[in-house]
């Protein structure tokens, strides 16, 4: 069955020593387009994450949020900078001798001085970050997926119950088309009659006018076509393969059958059932253009 282009998943959890969050939420997208969120240290994953995803979807404005938090005890390491320590602590000492000041420096008064701590954040091997970010990603991923299903059930059940209805009132086209030529007909008579009275009436004439007729307003060929369509559009629309794009034509060459119906139809009732099928065809494209 079809999926929507909509979705969002969110997977957590704690991998060693690493606090890992994945969000993915997607939009209508005409193809795939991949945006990514990673904390700079760990950009290397941007790249791996949009290969997986892509390989997973095919359409969709996908964007992707990764947080990843490292709780390990040598996460953050502090580094003495001790050329600018030595070369700080001489110069204070030039000052209190140069201008009798007492040299007081404690310990303590150097951490007011941020130049001379270095802080860093250890960063883990990159295999050893990948496989278990991968790990929250793979769950993320299964229930943006299963998200984007449950929407595309229920684009399904919409739409088909839209092409039954568009086929109802194919049928009562097909069974009205016949009886406006037998009215056509029997108006030409009446108004011949009214005419010329007890002349006798050129039968071969009116069969003559009744078959143009025939094959003007004649929309068979439209019909077999439309049911054609609509067929195809229920194969794919049920298929579980990404079928959006094909669909969008199909719903095109629909829209097209039903137009040359209406441009045919010399009946007030076929031309509001025409009505009908149009606005229900454009109902479907519009459901379709959320769907992957």
Do not use: W
């Not at 299903?149 to 109802?168: P, Q, S």
């Amino acid at each position: 069955m079809v999926r929507s282009m909509t979705g969002f998943g969110r997977a957590k959890a704690q991998i060693d020593c690493l606090d890992i969050t994945v969000e993915i939420k997607s939009v209508n997208h005409r193809y795939f387009e991949f945006s990514c969120r990673v904390p700079r240290a760990y950009s290397f994953l941007e790249e791996k994450i949009k290969s997986k995803l892509s390989a997973a979807i095919s359409r969709g404005k996908v964007e992707v949020s990764v947080l990843i938090d490292d709780n390990s005890e040598n996460a953050t390491l502090i580094e003495v900078n001790r050329e600018y320590t030595t070369a700080f602590l001489k110069a204070i000492k030039s000052i209190s001798k140069e201008f009798g000041i007492k040299n007081d420096i404690k310990a303590s008064s150097l951490v007011a001085n941020n130049d001379i701590f270095k802080v860093k954040r250890q960063v883990l091997e990159d295999e050893i970050v990948t496989k278990a970010v991968f790990t929250v990603l793979d769950d993320a991923i299964e229930n943006f997926i299963a998200m984007r299903t449950v929407e595309g059930e229920r684009l399904f059940n919409d739409v088909k119950a839209r092409t039954e209805f568009i086929l109802e009132k194919v049928a009562f086209i097909e069974e009205r088309s016949p009886k406006t030529v037998i009215e056509y007909r029997n108006r030409i008579e009446q108004k011949i009659k009214e005419l010329l009275g007890d002349t006798a009436i050129d039968e071969q004439r009116i069969l003559t006018e009744v078959a143009i007729f025939a094959d003007k307003v004649a929309v068979a060929e439209e019909t077999v076509r439309l049911r054609s369509h609509i067929k195809q559009f229920e194969s794919l629309v049920s298929s579980c393969d990404p079928v959006g794009r094909k669909l969008d034509f199909i719903v095109q060459e629909m829209n097209r059958e039903a137009n040359t119906i209406g441009s045919k139809a010399q009946d007030i009732e076929i031309a509001h059932t025409v009505v009908d099928i149009k606005s229900e065809i454009e109902k479907i494209r519009e459901q379709i253009q959320n769907m992957e």
